[in-house]
């Protein structure tokens, strides 16, 4: 199993960024696939989940501004990122399963 996360980088306040989660192993269609994040010194936050049959969830502090998608043909994932605050700063993880993690793609909002 490989998850690998792309797309982080520096934007200002109110923009945008997608990020993408490339899945081998196994199947995001038949998968729970979330994304989840670490801000500087403190703990990990569920964001947004994808379940198997497309049902999404989102924790209150992105809801509205993030979408989680997935690409079954492509076995891929996707977090679309909008209107960014500074305090959406922090390593962005992909996870799979609820066991599977990649490295993580960094964002940071600043002006």
């Known amino acids: 199993v490989e998850i690998v996360e792309s797309g982080g980088g520096l934007v200002q306040p109110g923009g945008s960024l997608k990020l993408s989660c490339a899945v081998s192993g196994f199947p995001v269609s038949s998968s729970s696939m979330s994304w989840d994040r670490q801000a500087p010194g403190q703990g990990r936050e569920l964001i947004a989940t994808v379940s198997p049959k497309g049902i999404t969830s989102y924790a209150d502090s992105v809801k509205g501004r993030f979408t989680i998608s997935r690409d079954n043909a492509k076995n891929m994932v996707y977090l679309q990122m909008n209107n960014l605050k500074p305090e959406d700063t922090a390593d962005y993880y992909c996870?799979?399963?609820?066991?599977?993690w990649g490295q993580g793609t960094q964002v940071t909002v600043s002006s």
């Open positions: 996870l799979g399963r609820g066991i599977y």
